[in-house]
């Protein structure tokens, strides 16, 4: 008996495959190519989708402006915004804006009376939200008018503008808006440097502000006549004189009302 021979390998190599294990192995390997291809394939579709998706959100912030790396605040697209159409007498309300004779007039006050059997008339006081006139109209019934929906922005005081005798603002992008001192009506009187404030818009200026907070002011003289119920005259730092408890000193500072500016209280250190 011949020993085994173990230099000779014991299994038959590739190239001694019978034909049918040759061809077993051939149509083996196309649904590995296939699975491959499919993967390429999926790979493709999931970037062509990613791609959509980045396409459309570049579109949404498109038409919104970049200032500094951010993106400046709303009112900046919205050059006016408007609602419907309102007719007169029916729709028409004390404090809204309507467009008259193309200029934006906000409504002061109004009454509607029937001339006999003819047509009602409407008589309108309303202020020009951009030159401050006033004006009287006398409107027929069913005349329509456009009412503009007004938006706002929050804002901070900074100082006055001497040469373009302006109110200096800016707002939560650290833009300056600046608002005519007559528009600004009694109020102007009482800003004081950091006072917060709400600004009214309209085709990106402000035409109105009113304080989001109760407006503060030094006292820097007081005038104590006696007065039986220790009321004492104080004047404050912008001019303006008027009376306030017995308990203030030269040097406090006094918080007002919002839409009188009477005395409400001491501001505490």
Same mark, same amino acid.
């Given at each position: ?30 649904? +590995? ?150 528009? +600004? ?45 220790? +009321? ?38």
């Amino acid at each position: 008996i011949r020993p085994p021979d173990h230099s000779r390998p014991t299994h038959p190599p590739p190239t001694s495959f019978s034909p049918l294990v040759r061809a077993m192995m051939m149509t083996a390997s196309p649904p +590995a190519a296939a699975r491959r291809v499919a993967r390429r394939r999926g790979g493709a579709l999931a970037t062509l989708l990613s791609l959509a998706a980045a396409s459309a959100a570049l579109a949404a912030v498109a038409p919104w402006s970049f200032c500094g790396g951010a993106v400046a605040g709303a009112h900046r697209r919205a050059v006016i915004r408007r609602a419907d159409l309102v007719e007169v007498p029916g729709d028409i309300k004390t404090g809204m804006t309507i467009i008259i004779d193309g200029e934006p007039q906000t409504i002061l006050s109004h009454k509607s009376k029937r001339m006999g059997k003819g047509v009602g008339k409407t008589m309108m006081q309303t202020r020009n939200i951009l030159t401050g006139v006033y004006k009287d109209h006398t409107l027929g019934s069913g005349k329509k008018f456009e009412k503009i929906d007004p938006y706002f922005v929050k804002g901070t005081f900074s100082y006055t503008d001497e040469e373009t005798n302006s109110l200096v603002f800016f707002d939560e992008e650290f833009e300056q808006l600046s608002l005519d001192i007559a528009l +600004a009506g009694e109020g102007g009187r009482w800003l004081t440097e950091g006072a917060r404030v709400k600004l009214d818009m309209y085709n990106e200026k402000p035409y109105k502000f009113s304080f989001s907070e109760e407006p503060e002011m030094e006292v820097i003289s007081i005038d104590d006549s006696g007065r039986s119920d220790g +009321a004492i005259t104080v004047e404050l730092a912008n001019g303006e004189k008027m009376q306030g408890p017995g308990f203030l000193k030269v040097g406090d500072i006094v918080t007002l009302h919002k839409t009188t500016f009477k005395i409400t209280g001491r501001k505490k250190d």
